[in-house]
């Protein structure tokens, strides 16, 4: 029988190919087995998913995990894990598999929610994963077609409302993105792009409520350039979505997109005797351990930490517990966890961005440089230099789907 301790790592997103990839750097006493489980073969970066659903190759989006932890001394597996008992030291898959674990690290992210608002989730399309980011954009070169082929044929012309659900990072990312593809689509095919509407919803009285104001004013007047209508005070709820008229003055057919709501992952819920905080993360203690549980992290969106959320995040918190689990195999005492404040980077159509850093904020096309350049030394971190070269340009390539060459 196989002496050696286990190290199970939960979710192949930011938090745990960090761990798993700073765990195989480290010289670990005992030859531990790391072993990452997932419910996918492959990484999503998910901070690129808004340019696939713009037409870039989701070659930027989907790196197969076996290529990431090519030659490195990590198990990587299949699986959805479905459950846990921390008592007993199990993790449960969907498949009835059973994993034993000595150290057990869960990152296994967020998922979009609909505050259970009836019928949102049939009616709107989210972003949160590259398949929801393919189907928008099937959706929108479609929608984009119809205008084109109804101004051909002189038709009464359809006129196409899209509208972006939330004013936080993803909304306005995705709302500027889209506005820019559609005037591209237009010019490359012919059309009248006024024809295709824009529309940013947000509840509360300001989008982007986290940035500075001088931040979110210039951001606003970028959003204006790409003739984005921001809506500010627009609570959606159940009524709205049952109304024809959703939208003041609209005209059918309206695309929703649903960018308002992310909570952690389900799992977590699922597992007995981890304690949460009011979003429904983990909680956690000094050394990102969930609470009253050794040797159990947890890291990332899931983690009740200053700035979960973020990729940056995750990534940070990964690093950290894979030194953390190296002081326990040595028997040292860990360093406790420091969150690290992010940087925030907002692009807002092809070649503009915001990056915020503490210091200054750059606009235009330096701040987009700034989010390419962090980009790219990513794919670095985790692939082969010309493997991540090929990655991130592809990113920077709009490709026509294959439909709309169908067509
Ligand atoms: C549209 C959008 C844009 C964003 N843009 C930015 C940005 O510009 N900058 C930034 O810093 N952050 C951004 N974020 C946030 C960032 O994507 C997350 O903070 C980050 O992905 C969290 O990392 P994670 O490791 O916690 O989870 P994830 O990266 O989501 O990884 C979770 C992993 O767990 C796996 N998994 C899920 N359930 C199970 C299960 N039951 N069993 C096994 N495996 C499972 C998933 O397949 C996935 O591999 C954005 C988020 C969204 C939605």
Request: hydrophobic share 40%; proline share 4%.
């Amino acid at each position: 029988m196989d002496k050696r301790k286990t190290i199970l790592i939960v979710g192949g997103g930011f938090g745990g190919v960090r761990c798993a990839l700073d765990l195989a750097k480290l010289r670990l006493v005992g030859n531990p087995r790391v072993v990452l489980l997932s419910d996918k073969p492959h990484f999503e970066h998910i901070p690129s998913l808004y340019k696939v659903a713009t037409g870039c190759s989701p070659l930027e989006v989907c790196i197969p995990l076996r290529e990431i932890f090519a030659r490195r001394k990590i198990e990587v597996c299949t699986e959805t894990v479905d459950g846990a008992h921390l008592s007993e030291k199990i993790l449960i898959g969907k498949s009835g598999m059973h994993y034993a674990y000595d150290f057990l690290v869960l990152a296994v992210g967020s998922e979009t929610t609909f505050f259970s608002i009836p019928g949102l989730d049939k009616n709107a399309f989210a972003l949160k994963t590259l398949t929801d980011a393919l189907r928008l954009n099937w959706h929108l070169t479609e929608l984009f077609e119809q205008v084109r082929k109804s101004q051909k044929t002189v038709q009464i012309v359809p006129a196409a409302q899209i509208v972006v659900i939330g004013g936080g990072y993803s909304g306005v990312e995705l709302a500027g993105e889209i506005a820019a593809y559609a005037r591209k689509y237009i010019e490359r095919h012919g059309g009248d792009s006024s024809l295709i509407t824009v529309n940013l919803i947000q509840a509360s009285p300001r989008i982007l409520e986290t940035v500075p104001k001088r931040v979110r004013d210039r951001i606003v007047r970028r959003l204006n350039r790409l003739h984005v209508n921001i809506n500010v005070n627009r609570p959606i709820g159940k009524d709205d979505i049952e109304s024809d008229d959703f939208f003041r003055g609209a005209i059918a057919p309206k695309t929703l997109i649903w960018t308002a709501g992310i909570s952690p992952n389900a799992l977590y819920k699922r597992i007995e005797g981890l304690s949460f905080d009011k979003d429904g993360r983990v909680l956690v203690d000094r050394f990102l351990q969930a609470r009253g549980h050794r040797n159990v992290f947890v890291i990332g969106d899931g983690a009740s930490t200053r700035w979960s959320g973020m990729a940056q995040t995750a990534l940070h918190d990964g690093r950290y517990v894979a030194r953390a689990i190296l002081d326990r195999l040595y028997l040292r005492r860990s360093s406790e966890y420091r969150p690290r404040k992010p940087v925030s980077v907002i692009p807002v159509g092809y070649g503009w961005a915001a990056a915020v850093f503490s210091w200054m904020t750059l606009y235009g096309f330096f701040g987009w440089c700034v989010r390419e350049a962090a980009d790219l030394h990513f794919f670095l971190s985790i692939l082969s230099p010309l493997r991540a070269l090929r990655v991130w340009r592809s990113g920077l390539q709009k490709v026509e789907s294959n439909k709309i060459n169908n067509m």
